[in-house]
């Protein structure tokens, strides 16, 4: 008679089962098949070799490769059991060798089994197979790689995604009453940036509707163009409505083609600016570079002159620290000054942009097409950065126009202790009708500087247009649309911002200056306006507590007179703030929760302050919430608001009150996304530039761990956002959420997406009954440990633990299953079951069966 099993013996089945069906690489044991016993205690004939070798034989695999921890490509590759330590070594060709960007000098000479090179024969170099993740991981000293090889290689992976349209959206919208004399407004704002993606190319469309509170109501299209990358030279060319893209000219709203370089598409070691470190070792050495003390490089070099090319700093102002260690012990330690600007570029490297096209006049969807100024505002803009020497970058840059020409030459320089200082000089010429021509000039300045010794950073520009004459392309062509006609609309004259932060010793807090000053002028109306605004600000931490303390100043001063001659008449406007805040959280089971408070004060007397409650809840903090209630003097009384936002995996949504005196408002918003493909429909939270779609068929509502609040749909269907182009992006799913009925080979993805791409990430979902099944032969003894099934509608091998119990997964409802453990006939049997009516604990079908 078949008995129940224990829950204990069960536990205990499914563990064993589970470790059994979970093929791991690890060193070979060898198990006696003599201990392997029938319940009678008679010796079984039973074949365990696969459990030998790590459950894996040598054969043929299909592995995902990953070289130096990067991803590299899936293949299938032939795998021999090495003859000193007998494990499992990849057999690897010498073309192989060389597509994953190995030089040929490391595996050229080494004594090759007909087409295998053992990777370990490579000195410093190792191969691990993980036989149950499928993975195969190379590890090879740097020294030996192609690094344009291995560029090649990754440059393969790059996927420009599936098919799809899609819908970003973004809605607000206000109910405000005024209760002093009943004036009620309502009004909307629908923010729409939709697209259409279908191979490498890209549209896109930015649109945007609002109503007003008179009732009227206004569509604008802001950008609509096509776009896609040119992989061959690493750029992107766009045609339609857009910007200028340039590190030199003020971008310039356009309708034309645009072609710029995508440093994206470069390797990271290029693509960010750093000096190439030289040196020379006397034996064979590790270089390890360091910044702000983390280690950001290391690589074996052999005994003699070395270039580092790729080394890739953690931010543009901090010096890089190199050891060179000997084989021997020995060290060598030297420091490379180090401080850039964000458009340095390393050298040979080189970043360019170029726009052909008609001005658009800004806050318009329309250009200006009338005959007699349309020629006058097309125009012509382009710049380059090269990189000169390991320390300079050399830049300029044309804008032509029929009536407008400007030209600038500069140079940046990382200056070894002084810091990154970069210098252009701009010439231009506008030839207004009935007007004579403009010639002038402007100059710039710029500069960064990070201190490591004292915690200080300092960024300062400065702008200064050096002829009365000088003018920008932009208010030019404004001029042309009558703008300029306008006392109101200004030119800009000359600009200059400094910041300066200091981190204060111990735990003393930060401490922050900021300065602002601009100049304006308008056309032939004599009107001269300066800005000027200086910030002092101080922030710290003690425990949990966060404070504020800032002081500002702000100037505004307009000069007004009839001829230039004349005495000038001032108008001048100025206040001083100075504010206060704190932050405390409540800590202890309200430590999601914390109190604020703030007050200003400034120059006429007006005083506020306010008191606020705010916090997140649910899991993943997907609810946050805020109260604030305050109080101003001058008549102007109490004030308060209240404010919540939830995020799902289809959008977010967020609603708030408030009052102040006499005014009633109430806001609303929803932000979301909707997404077409050949998949079906799915909602999402607001998508990125570069993004992904996940398809796990049958799986619903399965967390993506990359993104807290993103769940696949009831298609298998979930939105990840914000990938990074051309690098890879790793997808996990979490699988303690998958359905019961649902298993995916691999909860892990990798995908390298072209930059606007939607990529599909694919998941291969088993859908079926999860079986614990004891069986037993036709004479009531246990089918013994280490024995296998197949089941008719699988090809998986599943494996037979202690107590003679089997786990199945992805079982249909009624199936038929062969189990062997011998190569005798007299050691195999089958049996059929049926799923329905049978006892199910936690998802888990539990029964009995003769095997016969």
Same mark, same amino acid.
């Given at each position: 008679?078949l008995r129940?099993?224990?829950?204990?013996e069960i536990?205990?089945s499914?563990?064993?089962?589970?470790?059994?069906n979970?093929?791991?690489?690890k060193?070979?044991?060898?198990?006696?098949?003599?201990?392997?016993?029938d319940?009678?205690?008679?010796?079984v004939?039973?074949?365990?070799?696969s459990?030998?070798?790590?459950s894996?034989?040598p054969?043929?695999?299909r592995?995902?490769i990953?070289?130096?921890e990067?991803?590299v490509?899936?293949q299938?590759i032939?795998?021999?059991?090495?003859?000193?330590?007998g494990?499992?070594?990849?057999c690897?060709?010498?073309?192989?060798?060389a597509?994953y960007?190995i030089?040929?000098?490391?595996?050229s000479?080494l004594d090759?089994?007909?087409e295998?090179?053992?990777?370990r024969?490579i000195?410093g170099a190792?191969?691990?197979f993980i036989g149950?993740?499928?993975?195969?991981?190379?590890?090879?000293?740097?020294?030996?790689f192609?690094?344009?090889a291995l560029?090649?290689?990754?440059?393969s992976l790059?996927?420009d995604g599936?098919?799809?349209?899609?819908?970003?959206?973004s809605m607000?919208g206000t109910?405000?009453?005024?209760?002093?004399n009943n004036?009620?407004?309502?009004?909307?704002?629908?923010?729409?940036?939709?697209?259409?993606?279908v191979?490498?190319?890209r549209?896109?469309?930015?649109s945007t509707?609002n109503?007003?509170?008179?009732?009227?109501?206004k569509?604008?299209?802001?950008?609509?163009y096509?776009?896609?990358?040119?992989?061959a030279i690493?750029?992107n060319?766009?045609?339609?409505?857009?910007?200028?893209?340039s590190?030199?000219f003020?971008n310039v709203s356009?309708?034309g083609?645009?072609?710029w370089?995508?440093?994206?598409m470069?390797?990271?070691?290029s693509n960010?600016?750093?000096?190439t470190i030289?040196?020379?070792?006397?034996?064979?050495?590790?270089?390890e570079?360091?910044?702000?003390?983390?280690?950001i490089?290391?690589?074996n070099?052999?005994a003699?002159?070395?270039?580092?090319?790729?080394v890739?700093?953690l931010?543009?102002?901090s010096n890089?620290y190199?050891v060179q260690?000997?084989?021997?012990?020995s060290e060598r330690?030297?420091?490379?000054?180090?401080?850039s600007l964000d458009?340095?570029?390393r050298?040979?490297?080189?970043k360019?942009s170029?726009t052909?096209?008609q001005y658009r006049m800004?806050?318009?969807?329309?250009?200006?097409?009338?005959?007699s100024?349309?020629?006058?505002t097309?125009?012509v803009q382009?710049?380059?950065?090269?990189g000169?020497?390991?320390?300079s970058?050399l830049?300029?840059?044309?804008q032509a126009?029929?009536?407008?020409q400007?030209?600038?030459?500069?140079?940046?320089?990382?200056?070894?202790v002084?810091g990154?200082?970069a210098?252009?000089?701009m010439?231009?010429?506008?030839a207004?009708?009935s007007?004579d021509?403009?010639n002038?000039?402007?100059?710039?300045?710029r500069?960064?500087?990070?201190?490591?010794?004292?915690g200080t950073?300092?960024?300062?520009?400065?702008y200064?247009?050096i002829?009365?004459d000088?003018i920008t392309?932009?208010?030019?062509f404004?001029?042309?649309s009558g703008?300029?006609?306008?006392?109101?609309y200004?030119m800009?004259?000359?600009q200059m911002?400094?910041?300066?932060?200091q981190?204060l010793?111990?735990?003393f807090?930060?401490?922050s200056?900021?300065?602002?000053?601009?100049?304006y002028?308008t056309?032939y109306s004599?009107?001269?306006?300066?800005?000027e605004?200086?910030?002092i600000?101080y922030?710290?931490?003690?425990?949990t507590?966060?404070y504020?303390l +800032?002081?500002?100043y702000?100037?505004?001063?307009?000069?007004?007179?009839?001829n230039?001659n004349?005495d000038?008449?001032?108008n001048?406007? +100025?206040d001083h703030v100075?504010?206060?805040?704190?932050?405390?959280p409540?800590?202890g089971?309200y430590?999601?929760?914390w109190?604020?408070?703030?007050a200003?004060y400034?120059?006429?007397?007006d005083?506020?302050?306010?008191?606020?409650?705010?916090g997140v809840a649910l899991?993943?903090?997907r609810?946050?919430?805020?109260v604030?209630?305050?109080?101003g003097?001058r008549?102007r009384g109490n004030y308060g608001?209240?404010y919540?936002?939830?995020?799902?995996g289809y959008?977010d949504?967020?609603?708030?009150?408030?009052?102040k005196?006499?005014?009633r408002q109430?806001?609303?918003?929803?932000?979301?996304?909707?997404?077409?493909s050949q998949?079906?429909a799915t909602?999402?939270r607001p998508l990125?530039?570069?993004n992904?779609?996940?398809?796990?068929?049958?799986?619903?509502?399965?967390?993506?761990?990359?993104?807290s609040?993103?769940r696949t749909d009831?298609?298998g269907?979930a939105i990840i956002?914000?990938?990074i182009?051309?690098?890879?992006?790793?997808?996990?799913l979490d699988?303690?959420?998958?359905?019961?009925?649902?298993e995916?080979?691999?909860?892990?993805?990798?995908?390298?997406?072209?930059?606007?791409a939607m990529?599909?990430?694919?998941?291969?979902?088993h859908?079926?009954?999860?079986?614990?099944v004891t069986?037993?032969?036709s004479?009531?003894?246990?089918?013994p440990?280490?024995?296998y099934?197949?089941a008719?509608?699988k090809?998986?091998?599943f494996?037979?633990?202690?107590?003679?119990?089997l786990?199945?997964?992805?079982?249909?409802q009624?199936?038929?299953?062969?189990?062997?453990?011998?190569d005798?006939?007299q050691y195999?049997?089958?049996?059929?079951?049926?799923i329905?009516?049978?006892?199910?604990?936690?998802?888990l079908?539990i029964?009995?069966?003769?095997?016969?």
């Open positions: 008679m129940a099993p224990a829950r204990t536990y205990s499914i563990i064993t089962v589970m470790l059994l979970i093929n791991q690489a060193a070979d044991d060898y198990f006696d098949p003599a201990f392997v016993t319940p009678s205690g008679k010796a004939s039973i074949d365990l070799s459990f030998e070798r790590a894996f034989i054969g043929t695999y592995v995902d990953y070289l130096n990067q991803y490509n899936s299938d032939l795998f021999f059991g090495d003859k000193n330590t494990e499992l070594q990849p690897l060709s010498d073309t192989q060798l597509g960007g030089k040929p000098e490391f595996y000479l090759k089994s007909g295998c090179v053992n990777i024969d000195q190792k191969a691990t149950g993740q499928n993975r195969l991981y190379l590890n090879l000293p740097q020294i030996a192609d690094q344009k560029e090649a290689n990754q440059e790059w996927d599936i098919p799809v349209m899609f819908t970003d959206y607000s109910h405000h009453n005024n209760t002093k004036d009620k407004s309502d009004t909307l704002y629908l923010n729409l940036r939709s697209g259409v993606n191979g490498a190319w549209y896109r469309n930015h509707w109503k007003y509170s008179d009732g009227n109501s569509w604008e299209s802001q950008l609509n096509l776009e896609r990358p040119l992989r690493k750029s060319i766009l045609i339609g409505d857009n910007f200028s893209d590190d030199v003020d356009f309708r083609v645009k072609l370089s995508d440093n994206q470069r390797p990271n070691y960010i600016y750093a000096p030289t040196g020379v070792a006397t034996i064979d050495s590790t270089i570079v360091s910044q702000n003390g983390y280690v490089y290391r690589t070099v052999p003699g002159a070395y270039e580092l090319t790729d890739s700093p931010n543009n102002g890089l190199v260690r000997g084989i021997d012990g330690r030297f420091i490379i000054p180090f401080s458009f340095m570029q050298k040979g490297t080189y360019y170029i052909a096209g800004n806050n318009t969807s329309s250009y200006n097409d009338d005959s100024s349309g020629d006058k097309k125009f382009s710049d380059a950065f090269y000169l020497t390991d320390n970058t830049f300029g840059g044309v126009a029929s009536r407008y400007a030209y600038d030459i500069g140079l940046g320089m990382n200056i070894p002084v990154a200082l210098s252009d000089i010439f231009t010429r506008a207004p009708d007007v021509d403009m002038g000039r402007a100059f710039r300045l500069y960064s500087k990070s201190l490591e010794n004292t950073n300092i960024s300062f520009a400065s200064r247009y002829s009365g000088y392309m932009t208010d030019m404004d001029y042309y703008k300029a006609d306008t006392e109101a200004l800009r004259k000359g911002d400094l910041s300066v932060s981190a010793p111990g735990d807090g930060l401490l200056v900021s300065v602002s000053h601009q100049t002028d056309y004599n009107q001269e306006k300066n800005v605004s200086y910030n600000g922030s710290n931490t003690i425990n507590v966060s504020n +800032n002081y500002s702000y100037k505004n001063t307009i000069n007004k007179v009839n230039r004349d000038i008449e001032k001048r406007e +100025n100075v504010s206060v805040s704190f932050s405390i409540l800590g089971e430590k999601d929760n109190i604020n408070y703030g200003s400034n120059k006429y007397g005083f506020d302050n306010y008191v606020g409650v705010g899991d993943n903090n609810l946050s919430w805020n604030q209630q305050g109080y003097n008549d608001s209240v919540g936002k939830y995020k799902s959008g949504a967020n609603a708030g009150y408030s009052y005196k006499d005014n109430l806001s609303y918003g929803l932000n979301g996304s909707f997404v077409m998949y079906g909602l999402s990125g530039d570069t992904g779609l996940i398809y796990a068929p049958g799986a619903e509502g399965v967390r993506i761990i990359n993104s609040e993103a009831s298609s269907l956002s914000n990938l182009p051309y690098r890879n992006n790793v997808v996990n699988t303690r959420t998958l359905p019961e009925n649902a995916i080979d691999a909860a892990l993805k990798e995908v390298y997406p072209t930059r606007g990529v599909l990430v694919d998941y291969d979902t859908l079926g009954a999860k079986i614990l069986l037993y032969d004479t009531g003894n246990q089918i440990f280490g024995a099934a197949v008719d509608n090809s998986e091998r494996y037979v633990s202690n107590y003679g119990r786990y199945l997964t992805g079982a249909t009624a199936d038929n299953v062969r189990v062997f453990w011998g005798d006939n195999q049997c089958q049996f059929s079951y049926q329905e009516g049978k006892r199910k604990i936690n998802g079908y029964f009995d069966e003769i095997c016969q």
